[in-house]
C-alpha cells in the first residue's frame, strides 16, 4: 500500500513531540524504536518515492513491528548517537515515522 506523507501533518506532530521533556538519549531511542518498527514493511534503500508533489511511502501492513526486540533498538540507538542528530531532526523523524506507522496499521486492522 501507498502513504501518502503530508509534511504539515508532520511538522504539527513534530512540534507537539518537542514540547515533551525528554532527553537527547531518550528521543534517539525513540527514533529508533520507530525506525526498526518501520523498517521490515518498508522498500530497502528507498523511504520515499516522488508522485508528483506528493511524497508517498510503499509500506507492507503485514510486515509492521509493534514492538522491536530491545537489543536491537539498543543497537540502532547506538547508530544514531554517533551521528549526533539535532533535536528538531529526531523530532521530525520519529513524527515522520509514527505517522506512516499508524496509516498502515489501521489500514491493516
Keep these: 500500500m501507498f502513504i501518502s506523507v503530508d509534511e504539515d501533518r ?3 506532530l513534530a512540534e507537539s513531540l518537542s514540547k515533551e521533556q525528554k532527553s537527547w538519549d ?3 531511542w525513540l527514533f529508533a524504536e520507530a525506525e526498526l518498527r518501520l523498517r521490515p514493511a518498508c522498500e530497502v534503500g528507498v523511504f520515499y518515492s516522488e508522485w508528483g508533489d ?4 510503499e509500506v507492507n501492513p503485514d510486515l509492521l513491528v509493534a514492538q522491536p526486540p530491545e537489543r536491537d533498538i539498543r543497537e540502532l540507538a547506538g547508530e544514531i548517537s ?4 539535532w533535536f528538531q531532526d529526531l523530532h521530525w523523524f ?5 505517522i506512516i506507522y499508524d496509516s498502515a ?4 486492522e
Design 54 to 57: 506528493t511524497r508517498q511511502i
Design 10 to 12: 508532520v511538522r504539527e
Design 94 to 98: 520519529i513524527a515522520e515515522r509514527r
Design 82 to 85: 554517533k551521528l549526533r542528530p
Design 26 to 28: 531518550d528521543w534517539v
Design 105 to 108: 496499521k489501521g489500514a491493516a
